[in-house]
């Protein structure tokens, strides 16, 4: 019997996909045009209820760019989660159902279809991070699935909102939205994109299996919101109050990398950092430069969650960064691809995270931002380099923590293929993307000192980082629970609901609960003695079941 490999099927389906919209989204982005599909479902006196695919070159570069990582997860996963069993076909199929919710979210300009595309997301993102079926994958699994429902109520609270200007197609009207809705919106990409109060889902979300945190937490899911925004841009350009969030986020993920032992959760913390900084971008005004770096970092980040994926696929799945130790030993090329996506991450000159975020850096500077903006942008920036150091002090220096008996070997396979392909165009794509797209027709005077301050302040970051390994609890044992629990987000969350429970039930179980009582539960608590009463009745001796039949028999007669 002939059997399909659907693993190699779908990735190259995905990657002639990618190519073709890469090179539509260079047609359209050079023409200066955009194709628009619409589909009339039902129209009722001046709403008008349509399906409808937008073509520009924003949408389909990042479509591109989300179908060559995916393709490259699928032939990574074929070897990391198998691909003959029922599980790993279902796995792929999931896989598949992400990716396509993100491209119904991505193509569309209309609010309802972009709806369906987050519930899409939402919900198999859900699916793929209870994968393993651990309770803690579902505790983790179910903290995300909340969040970003709480997302979904902004969303749908603006679709309800929308149907007084009688089409949903938002990308069309220029100034009659509210800055209400527009502030819903906000707080909808917010959830999406983890930023604060909603941060504490992303690093939970490392339950799920390493392909899908490569994926879903570093280029769809959590960009998902600031796509969206940067759809949405012209109408919040006024609403700078909302920068302080994203900066405060930026700051909070990369100060809680720095105390983080969990392999999957410092580059989780690290994809907060980089959405922050995005956002912060976004806000400030540089609509065009946020969305190039969220494509960079699309690629150095998935990366990096796949050479992370490949040492816990060796360590006999451990992902404690102390009991690894000197992999670079044994792992030669993973380890270069892995160092060199963390490289671009700390925005080292020439790789592609340097022209994304150093442009947005300098760009920062002609804008009219204030110095406690400057400062915590340029304080971030050298904690990136701090936590990125730390990782590679654990993993590659330290010395050697895991067992003798590991079969730890670095054959060229599936998981090294694709891992090598991401490492050329993580390489490659910050610099071709800006030559592209006409990024690099800016031309920024600075002098000297500003000029080499960025990579002032990541070589000093990676200094401090390296000072600190010598530090033996000079703090209090609170201060590195305060930082490793994300500022206690946790707990701050447990505490709101159990306030708002406690207060609701006091106040409402008086008023609200006498239904329960006197009706369809109420009912079935007695029957459910009645029947209780009857059965032991029933089960008793003899001698008390002939005497009750004569009781009874004598009142009959």
Not at 206 to 233: D, E, K, N, Q
Not at 469 to 485: E, G, Q, T
């Amino acid at each position: 019997m002939f059997k399909i490999n659907f693993y190699y099927l779908w990735f190259i389906i995905m990657l002639i996909l990618s190519l073709m919209c890469f090179l539509l989204s260079l047609y359209v982005g050079y023409n200066g045009v955009v194709y628009v599909i619409e589909y009339n479902l039902y129209s009722f006196n001046s709403l008008t209820f349509c399906y409808l695919l937008f073509f520009d070159w924003v949408s389909l570069s990042f479509v591109s760019v989300v179908f060559f990582i995916s393709s490259m997860v699928l032939l990574y996963s074929m070897q990391y989660m198998g691909w003959m069993s029922y599980s790993s076909i279902r796995f792929l199929f999931l896989v598949l159902l992400f990716v396509f919710s993100m491209f119904l979210m991505i193509m569309s300009p209309s609010l309802i279809s972009i709806l369906l595309g987050w519930d899409g997301l939402g919900l198999v993102s859900y699916c793929l991070v209870i994968y393993y079926g651990s309770m803690k994958s579902y505790l983790a699994g179910l903290i995300t699935c909340l969040i970003n429902r709480l997302g979904d109520v902004g969303l749908l609270i603006s679709v309800c909102w929308m149907i007084s200007h009688g089409s949903w197609h938002f990308i069309f009207y220029s100034d009659y939205y509210s800055e209400l809705i527009i502030l819903l919106i906000i707080i909808s990409c917010f959830t999406s994109s983890a930023q604060i109060p909603f941060s504490c889902w992303l690093p939970a979300a490392m339950a799920a299996p390493t392909p899908v945190s490569s994926l879903v937490h570093s280029s769809t899911l959590v960009t998902a919101g600031v796509y969206l925004l940067i759809r949405f841009y012209k109408y919040f350009i006024y609403m700078h109050y909302v920068i302080f969030v994203s900066m405060m986020t930026m700051l909070l993920a990369s100060i809680c990398a720095l105390f983080e032992y969990d392999l999957k959760k410092i580059i989780a913390l690290s994809t907060l950092s980089q959405l922050g900084l995005m956002m912060t971008s976004l806000f400030i005004g540089f609509v065009e430069l946020s969305y190039f770096h969220l494509i960079t970092h699309a690629m150095f980040k998935s990366l990096l969650f796949l050479c992370s994926g490949i040492l816990i696929f060796y360590m006999n799945d451990n992902q404690d960064i102390r009991l690894m130790g000197s992999v670079c030993v044994n792992l030669p090329l993973t380890t270069a691809c892995f160092n060199i996506s963390s490289l671009s991450l700390c925005g080292i000159p020439f790789l592609s995270g340097f022209y994304s975020k150093d442009l947005i850096i300098e760009m920062s500077l002609y804008s009219n931002i204030n110095f406690f903006v400057f400062v915590i942008f340029y304080f971030s920036l050298g904690l990136t380099a701090g936590y990125s150091l730390r990782l590679f002090y654990y993993t590659m220096i330290y010395m050697i923590n895991y067992n003798s008996f590991y079969l730890v070997s670095d054959d060229f396979d599936y998981m090294k293929f694709s891992v090598f392909l991401l490492t050329i165009f993580s390489i490659v794509i910050g610099s071709s993307f800006i030559w592209l797209m006409n990024f690099d027709l800016l031309f920024l005077l600075f002098p000297l000192y500003l000029k080499l301050l960025t990579l002032f302040f990541v070589l000093l970051g990676m200094w401090v980082s390296f000072e600190s390994f010598f530090f033996y609890y000079m703090f209090n044992i609170k201060f590195y629970l305060f930082n490793s629990l994300m500022w206690f987000m946790y707990s701050h969350s447990f505490y709101l609901y159990f306030m708002f429970y406690y207060f609701s039930v006091n106040s409402g179980v008086k008023v609200l609960s006498w239904g329960e009582y006197y009706g369809g539960m109420g009912l079935s608590y007695y029957l459910m003695k009645l029947s209780n009463f009857i059965q032991f009745y029933f089960s008793s001796s003899f001698k008390m079941f002939l005497l009750m039949f004569i009781f009874w028999l004598m009142i009959l007669i």
